[in-house]
């Protein structure tokens, strides 16, 4: 079946930096992918979405890259921000719906 | 635009009580998901439905949990004579198109806890 899951589960980055959120996916099925950004006590937040006839998006501070041939999937964001801690869930498409990995927590240290 | 409205947001239920909840899309969304959230997990796919229709409830326990969508007033995500390994956070999501082709928008989620 299918399944997606996050390397890392927690990533602490100074505030300024980079950070590189990675996720790996198994369906080579999936034509569409999507981040999603959670804080505590709230519901997803849909930061940027990538479909397979793509390699790179681009967003405000984020950036998508899909690497279809390793089933890889990372988020970067740009110049960190206190504001951009939070659990980071990645999702693929498929059977009418999203599967959603388990998430990676992002830690900015001021 | 008023985003998804769920309700309530917190919600405590004795062992074999029923629960209740209430999701109302963002206006013109015609497509509704529920996800179930544990804690430090991720979300788990429970039901897909359009106006009047169940879609897709292959997520759905097969005994005492029902969903509806109808044609006028809110998605209902029911749970019959609750028993503790149901306290979760119940998210729900809407979309203009099928989940698997555009952006779901979730709901701040209703948390329910069973005592």
């Known amino acids: 079946g299918e399944s997606v899951g996050l390397h890392l589960p927690t990533l602490s980055v100074q505030e300024g930096d980079n950070s590189i959120i990675n996720c790996a996916y198994s369906n080579s099925a999936s034509d569409y992918f999507i981040w999603y950004k959670q804080e505590s006590g709230k519901g997803p937040q849909f930061i940027i979405d990538i479909r397979s006839n793509m390699d790179k998006r681009q967003g405000q501070r984020v950036t998508v890259l899909l690497n279809k041939t390793v089933k890889h999937l990372s988020l970067q964001i740009a110049a960190t921000q206190p504001g951009d801690s939070a659990v980071y869930f990645c999702?693929?498409?498929?059977?009418?719906?999203?599967?959603f990995g388990k998430g990676n927590q992002v830690v900015v240290i001021p | 635009n008023a985003g998804v409205m769920q309700n309530p947001r917190h919600l405590v239920r004795r062992r074999g009580q029923e629960a209740r909840l209430r999701c109302s899309p963002m206006k013109g969304h015609s497509h509704v998901y529920w996800y179930r959230q544990l804690p430090e997990e991720g979300l788990k796919f429970m039901v897909y439905l359009q106006k009047e229709n169940i879609i897709d409830e292959s997520g759905m326990p097969k005994e005492r949990f029902s969903a509806e969508f109808p044609k006028e007033g809110p998605s209902i995500l029911r749970i019959q004579q609750v028993v503790r390994g149901d306290s979760a956070a119940y998210f729900c999501?809407?979309?203009?198109?099928?989940?698997?082709?555009?952006?779901?928008?979730f709901g701040n989620g209703t948390r329910l806890t069973v005592t």
């Open positions: 999501a809407s979309s203009t198109d099928r989940g698997d082709n555009s952006p779901l928008h």
């Open positions: 999702a693929e498409g498929g059977n009418n719906r999203l599967a």
